[in-house]
């Protein structure tokens, strides 16, 4: 085994170290630092606007820090060309607020988009694969509907098949449950924790839907202008004497 | 650019450069990150693998749906020249030239200009308007996390589906000036279709039909390139959207014209 696996085996599969971002002059991530270990949930709360969907489009190399470093089992992300990028990703699967499914594309055609380009699959041996994901999220029968055509719900769902496509070890939730009714919150909450117990997944869930961390996370860290401010269990959270994550905790009262 | 690049140059207008106006500042930044556009497209077009699919999709949505429009623009443009130089022609006494006029004027600039400025309005409103929807619903984001190449699969394929659709079109487009030219010419003077073609072609050369029909080529660059560029830089919902749209086809346009008169002059030295 070469030095680099042993590396790549024994580092976490998330770690980020004093990590700045800033739009101009609003600071958007000032000194962020956070650790996933392999098979946990980690998910990060905060306020809207207080860089949280920032934060996961920088591990995943869709935006540039100012500075600081993130590193995806040993490996340094930042600064990476666009093919060093791609291998990364590869070990990473997105869910996306909104599920941004191709809209020109049926449900069965947007599962399968990554594999047939990276799948190395027949064209029968990646229609099983896509049924398959597609049945783990409970949408076999919509194969042949448009995006359009399905409820928010069922899209994120499609997003999650299609983000455990490529087999990822980390996946990426940004604000899973939001503008979901309580019922299939519930229900994508369950999907979250099925990925990890089946799957051994490292996941970040970003999110401000209490309940939803509470139920899906081993792990929660809350932030404040830029900064991780807490990071414990819900307990911990809890037990904290401190102003914001108490007001945080009772819905700002 | 990167908003935080954005930034720098927003501090730099507050401290030393106020004097150089805003929009000299957009132009700059609108033309390095085009350069930068290019660079990534020049990537995809030139490596391994390719987008068959996609690019035979976007030949068919591109080229062969601009067809009627551009047949039609076409016929359009020979009916106008065959009726206004017919008077004047006759007037002088040189009838037996409007064949000649006729061809010459179509194939050497008014099929060319017109097929570009036709499709640049039909196809650089639609990639602009859907690239830019993708972009602001995050689809593009998507594609990249997927580990697939957006520059390959949206732009690569849609640039060179414009490079290559626009001289056929062309071709259609020459094909039906001088056609209904010929039909609008019979109607009030008899004269058959293959006199009228001889008469036409008669002193036109390859020198004058190859490099004016093979011109539009960099006007389909120009469209692709602007309306994908457009596309991806939407910002902001449905009214990044609508900006990315108008903008694409009004710069695609514009480019198209200041293009045609610098290469009509390099082909007018090439080809004296």
């Given at each position: 085994m070469t030095e680099n696996m042993k590396t790549q085996k024994t580092a976490p599969p998330i770690q980020v170290k004093r990590l700045r971002k800033s739009f101009g002059e609003q600071k958007v991530l000032d000194g962020v630092d956070l650790e996933v270990k392999p098979g946990e949930t980690l998910s990060v709360?905060?306020?809207s606007g207080t860089g949280k969907s920032v934060l996961l489009k920088?591990?995943?190399?869709?935006?540039?820090?100012?500075?600081?470093?993130?590193?995806?089992?040993?490996?340094?992300?930042?600064?990476?060309?666009?093919?060093d990028l791609t291998e990364i990703r590869k070990k990473i699967g997105f869910l996306f607020q909104n599920s941004a499914l191709y809209d020109s594309l049926t449900v069965e055609e947007n599962v399968a988009f990554p594999l047939e380009r990276l799948g190395n699959m027949t064209v029968v041996e990646r229609k099983k694969r896509v049924r398959e994901l597609l049945s783990t999220v409970g949408m076999e029968e919509d194969l042949d509907k448009l995006p359009s055509q399905i409820s928010g719900g069922m899209q994120k769902r499609v997003g999650l098949a299609r983000a455990i496509a490529l087999s990822p070890d980390i996946l990426l939730f940004d604000e899973p449950t939001a503008g979901l009714d309580p019922i299939t919150a519930s229900e994508i909450d369950g999907l979250i924790l099925k990925m990890r117990k089946e799957r051994n997944i490292a996941s970040i869930v970003v999110t401000h839907d209490l309940p939803s961390a509470r139920a899906v996370s081993d792990r929660l860290a809350v932030m404040r202008k830029g900064r991780i401010l807490l990071q414990g269990s819900f307990k911990d959270l809890q037990e904290s004497k401190d102003e914001f994550v108490v007001q945080f905790l009772n819905r700002g009262e | 650019m990167s908003l935080s690049a954005t930034a720098d140059l927003n501090a730099g207008r507050k401290t030393g450069l106020s004097a150089i106006p805003n929009s000299l500042f957009h132009s700059f930044e609108w033309f390095g990150e085009l350069g930068s556009f290019c660079f990534q497209l020049a990537r995809a077009v030139f490596s391994l693998p390719y987008e068959g699919k996609e690019f035979a999709h976007q030949l068919d949505?591109?080229?062969?749906?601009?067809?009627?429009l551009v047949a039609l623009a076409g016929g359009a443009t020979g009916v106008v020249l065959s009726l206004e130089t017919h008077d004047t022609l006759v007037h002088f006494g040189a009838r037996s030239l409007l064949p000649a006029l006729l061809v010459v004027s179509i194939i050497k600039e008014s099929g060319p200009i017109i097929t570009a400025l036709i499709v640049s309005g039909r196809v650089a409103a639609g990639i602009g308007a859907e690239l830019g929807a993708?972009?602001?619903?995050?689809?593009?984001?998507?594609?990249e996390v997927s580990a697939v190449d957006p520059y390959k699969f949206l732009v690569a394929t849609r640039v060179l589906a414009c490079v290559l659709m626009l001289p056929l079109l062309t071709l259609i487009a020459d094909f039906c000036g001088v056609f209904f030219g010929w039909v609008t010419n019979t109607l009030t003077q008899h004269i058959s279709f293959t006199l009228f073609i001889t008469d036409g072609f008669k002193n036109v050369t390859f020198s004058d039909f190859l490099p004016s029909t093979f011109k539009?080529?960099?006007?389909?660059?120009?469209?692709?390139?602007?309306?994908?560029?457009?596309?991806?830089?939407?910002?902001?919902?449905?009214?990044?959207?609508e900006r990315a749209a108008t903008s694409s086809v009004v710069l695609s346009?514009?480019?198209?014209?200041?293009?045609?008169?610098?290469?009509?002059?390099?082909?007018?030295?090439l080809f004296p």
């Open positions: 709360l905060g306020q920088i591990i995943v190399g869709l935006q540039q820090p100012d500075s600081g470093s993130v590193c995806i089992q040993g490996s340094e992300t930042v600064g990476l060309s666009r093919n | 949505e591109l080229g062969s749906k601009s067809l009627p993708m972009k602001v619903t995050e689809q593009i984001d998507a594609m539009t080529a960099a006007f389909g660059l120009i469209i692709g390139l602007v309306a994908c560029f457009q596309g991806f830089r939407a910002r902001g919902g449905t009214e990044g959207v346009s514009l480019f198209i014209i200041l293009a045609d008169v610098l290469l009509v002059r390099l082909i007018q030295v």
